[in-house]
């Protein structure tokens, strides 16, 4: 069946950077989209960005613009979303997905990855 | 960006019972609107698309109704396994935009 393995909780510095990644199984990764989402604590869930695999395309959020750099492993069906200059406003769990078709939906999260920015 | 507006921020109901949460754009996404549930420990998963279209799996007892700026998720027959977190999505036009989410709880 179709699966997203996260990498685990990060710690990070105020001003550093941190690199997750998305491991996809079950199906063919670079035929969907990879879509990443963020769920700051307690509140409700942002569109970042995506990347489509086969193509390295990529659509983001203006907000994100900057913050997120999102890329790819096509050998090894792994999508990576990096977060620079982090702030205590980048703590959050943040959520890789799959794209369903062309409809901008997702079918298929992860498990989600927390990071926390802090001194 | 579409604004997306989830209402009532909090539900409680009873096993059996029927529940409508709404959800509103801030200017016409067509039929554009995706619903998912969010609950601890789990993946969180597509319910409707489109508006109205059940994603593969989902139970028949939820369904999805609206168009424009003004749409429902429905749940009939509550099941305990149906409470939890609910949120809409637009799927209209870039950003991709939220709701702020629904806490269903057992009442």
């Known amino acids: 069946q179709v699966k997203l393995l996260q990498s685990g909780a990060a710690l990070v510095k105020p001003g550093a950077s941190v690199k997750m990644s998305c491991k996809a199984s079950?199906?063919?990764?670079?035929?969907?989209?990879v879509s990443w989402v963020k769920q700051s604590h307690g509140k409700s869930l942002e569109w970042i960005g995506e990347?489509?695999?086969?193509?390295?395309?990529?659509n983001f959020n203006e907000k994100f613009k900057g913050k997120a750099t999102l890329t790819v492993d096509k050998s090894t069906s792994t999508a990576y979303m990096e977060l620079s200059r982090l702030t205590s406003e980048d703590s959050a769990i943040y959520y890789c997905?799959?794209?369903?078709?062309?409809?901008?939906?997702?079918?298929?999260w992860g498990q989600g990855a927390s990071v926390t920015v802090s001194s | 960006d579409v604004q997306m507006t989830q209402s009532p921020s909090n539900l409680a109901a009873s096993p059996g019972e029927s529940v409508s949460i709404n959800c509103k754009a801030s200017k016409s996404i067509s039929k554009y609107l995706a619903w998912y549930q969010q609950k601890p420990g789990k993946a969180n998963k597509l319910l409707i698309y489109s508006g109205s279209t059940l994603q593969s799996g989902t139970p028949s007892r939820f369904s999805g109704s609206g168009s424009g700026t003004d749409f429902t998720l429905t749940i009939r027959n509550l099941e305990p396994e149906d409470f939890g977190l609910y949120y809409c999505?637009?799927?209209?036009?870039?950003?991709?935009?939220f709701g702020s989410g629904t806490k269903l709880e057992i009442k």
């Open positions: 997905t799959r794209g369903y078709g062309s409809y901008h939906v997702m079918d298929a």
């Open positions: 990347i489509y695999p086969n193509s390295g395309a990529t």
């Open positions: 079950g199906y063919t990764f670079t035929d969907y989209w």
């Open positions: 999505q637009q799927h209209n036009e870039y950003p991709i935009t």
